[in-house]
Nanobody, 130 residues
Framework: VVRVTESGGDSVQAGGSLTLSCQCT???????MAWFRQAPGKEREGVAA????????FYTDAVKGRFTISRDNRKSTLTLQMDNLKPADTARYYC????????????????????????WGQGTQVTVSS
């Protein structure tokens, strides 16, 4: 019954900023939420994840210090603030929902996995030009 829908993708210059949003329906606060991205010819990679109560966050090394993930459980929304964008950030970005203990597994493993998440949005395109 859980569904997620992304928005906010656009074309920007290197060094610019974008804010991606994800609206969830049939949402429960106990879900781990995350952002993934996929560029043509590449595997889908985890970008950031956040625990159900926002007590823990995880970022892939490529975006640390530039991206910020947050959530508002009352509004059932997930946000990705992206600053100092680089051409390497060009990809389609996806919102994903996982189980209650997914963040614990991610922290223990040290990486995000696609198989940890059971619901995906259609994605929103981010293009960064130099």
């Amino acid at each position: 019954v859980v569904r997620v829908t992304e928005s906010g993708g656009d074309s920007v210059q290197a060094g610019g900023s974008l804010t991606l949003s994800c609206q969830c329906t049939g949402y429960y606060p106990a879900l781990t939420m995350a952002w993934f991205r996929q560029a043509p010819g590449k595997e889908r990679e985890g970008v950031a994840a956040i625990s159900p109560w926002s007590d823990f966050v995880f970022y892939t090394d490529a975006v640390k210090g530039r991206f910020t993930i947050s959530r508002d459980n009352r509004k059932s929304t997930l946000t990705l603030q992206m600053d100092n964008l680089k051409p390497a950030d060009t990809a389609r970005y996806y919102c994903a929902a996982g189980g209650t203990y997914t963040m614990t597994e991610i922290r223990a493993r040290g990486e995000m996995k696609v198989d940890d998440f059971f619901e995906w949005g259609q994605g929103t395109q981010v293009t960064v030009s130099s």
